[in-house]
């Protein structure tokens, strides 16, 4: 290492500071290494910037080479995508839009990006695009203000119920049961598919698989979940769920993730009264803590609607409408008052409906829902009471006998962000009811064990972990707020 200068071999024993802290925190005057992918390069005669990029921050730092100061050979290497290691020294920028920037000493290139291959340039890409190279998109400003976001929400969650005294629970991801009835699971199984084991009666024979039955993945930690909640009080999941639904929307994942509090003692109003609260809280949580990342998506949205007609744009910018969320409260109305504001509005009167609303019992489209928070109620909605033969068969019956205690909260621009239900706590009534379902209650014996032995009102929700950080991200396809998406056809990396 004939070339190796004292300094550098100063540099090479210190630790690469985080591009955050440099910005935010340390002192101008320091020595310091950075480390990151470049965002891009600009040469002029004498000096030369490279804007570098870390993942700890929406911004860049900005390196100044100073002509000279590192070789040709190397400066040629840094394009954008190449990963660098920087050191030199913090001075007060000159103009590059942040508190400092580095006077670059040494510069080395650590791993190479071929510019003719590399898929990103520095310029807009499309959402489209850039769903095909999900395994690059965490290098766009965009795509790293979700991913900081979606952390800093799910951190939110966690302290959200830790502070309540909620215990963690981790329901299992391979189950027997079908929690929501839908019958839209992904199966499990170890079998030779191409040689299935077959019983006397010709049907496959799931004694011979793995566990011995069969299974899938879940679509929900709930019932387990009420086993944790009718011995810990309270607990909460939050964890994979997976549903082969084949609906092509913006709104909807094969695999995403929920969380679910499940509550002893609790009715559906105390149901309702969480569900606001939480939303709030993990709402309020990234507002606090995601400034500039809010920042730069609020600006990002502010561009993609100049692009539509003017009816169609928000009168609100990204973080007023957050704001608006935490500070005010969510409208609570029935069912029943809910399908005569929708029968009676005017896109039912005109036929503007793709489902157009008739009677009582009505199951509600996203479009229904969208028009009462959007364009009804301006606000938040908890739509609860639904009509027992809509909902699935855990949740209680009320004594008018046809509703039970069901709500979902409905979002601005979202539609559903949250589903939920008082339990069915009372053994006979829930027996009957799976039944009328069809529900094998020799496989469930275990979930009406709860109702045997000490049973308890209790009560509980699913938020959609996606479409919550789909809301305060202001993104509006689902897709774009997973690192992975999964969506039918869509499972390459
Ligand atoms: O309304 P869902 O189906 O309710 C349940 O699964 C209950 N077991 C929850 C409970 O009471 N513990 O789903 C709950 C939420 C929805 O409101 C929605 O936000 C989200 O999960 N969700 C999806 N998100 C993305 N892709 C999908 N395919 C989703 N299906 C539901
Ligand atoms: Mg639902």
């Keep these: 290492m004939a070339f190796t200068t004292f300094a550098a071999l100063n540099f090479a024993s210190m630790k690469r500071t985080k591009i955050k802290v440099l910005l935010h925190e340390s002192e101008v005057g320091s020595s310091v290494v950075v480390k990151g992918w470049v965002r891009t390069k600009r040469a002029s005669k004498n000096v030369t910037f490279i804007n570098v990029n870390d993942g700890s921050t929406i911004h860049n730092i900005q390196g100044v080479v100073e002509a000279g100061i590192v070789s040709e050979d190397v400066l040629k290497k840094i394009t954008t995508g190449a990963s660098v290691a920087l050191t030199g020294k913090l001075i007060e920028s000159q103009g590059s839009g942040q508190r400092v920037e580095l006077q670059v000493e040494t510069a080395t290139v650590l791993g190479e990006a071929d510019p003719d291959e590399y898929p990103l340039q520095p310029k807009r890409h499309s959402l489209e695009f850039l769903r095909e190279i999900a395994h690059l998109r965490p290098r766009t400003n965009t795509f790293s203000a979700i991913m900081r976001v979606r952390h800093a929400l799910s951190f939110a969650v966690h302290k959200f119920f830790n502070d309540k005294g909620f215990v963690y629970m981790n329901t299992p991801i391979i189950t027997a049961s079908d929690a929501e009835g839908a019958g839209e699971m992904f199966h499990v199984t170890n079998f030779d598919l191409k040689n299935l084991p077959k019983t006397e009666e010709g049907e496959i024979d799931y004694s011979q698989d793995f566990f011995e039955r069969e299974t899938n993945l879940t679509v929900s930690g709930q019932l387990e979940g009420e086993l944790g909640a009718t011995a810990l009080s309270e607990i909460y999941t939050f964890g994979p769920t997976f549903r082969a639904e084949n609906s092509n929307t913006s709104r909807h994942l094969a695999e995403f993730w929920m969380i679910e509090p499940e509550m002893a003692f609790a009715d559906l109003q105390d149901n309702m009264d969480v569900a606001e609260e939480f939303l709030k809280y993990v709402t309020q949580y990234a507002l606090d803590n995601c400034k500039d990342d809010l920042e730069f998506l609020q600006k990002r949205l502010a561009d993609e609607e100049k692009n539509k007609p003017q009816n169609e744009r928000s009168d609100m910018s990204l973080i007023e409408k957050l704001e608006f969320v935490v500070n005010n409260e969510f409208k609570r109305v029935s069912y029943t008052e809910a399908i005569d504001i929708l029968k009676n509005s005017k896109p039912n009167k005109k036929k503007k409906f793709n489902y157009l609303i008739e009677e009582w019992g009505a199951d ?130």
Excluded at 374 to 389: N, Q, R, S
Excluded at 412 to 434: A, H, N
């Design 364 to 493: 509600l489209q996203s479009e229904h829902e969208r028009f009462l928070v959007e364009k009804h109620f301006g606000c938040p909605v908890i739509l609860y009471d639904y009509p027992a033969k809509i909902k699935a068969f855990y949740m209680r019956l009320n004594e008018d006998g046809k509703t039970v205690r069901a709500m979902d909260i409905l979002f601005p621009g979202i539609g559903e962000i949250v589903g939920g239900s008082q339990r069915e706590e009372r053994y006979d009534v829930l027996l009957e009811k799976m039944k009328q379902f069809d529900i094998p209650e020799e496989e469930m014996y275990w979930y009406l064990d709860t109702r045997k032995f000490g049973t308890v009102e209790h009560s509980g929700f699913g938020a959609g972990f996606e479409r919550l950080v789909l809301f305060v991200t202001g993104m509006t396809n689902i897709r774009d707020v997973i690192p992975f998406p999964r969506t039918p056809g869509n499972a390459a990396f």
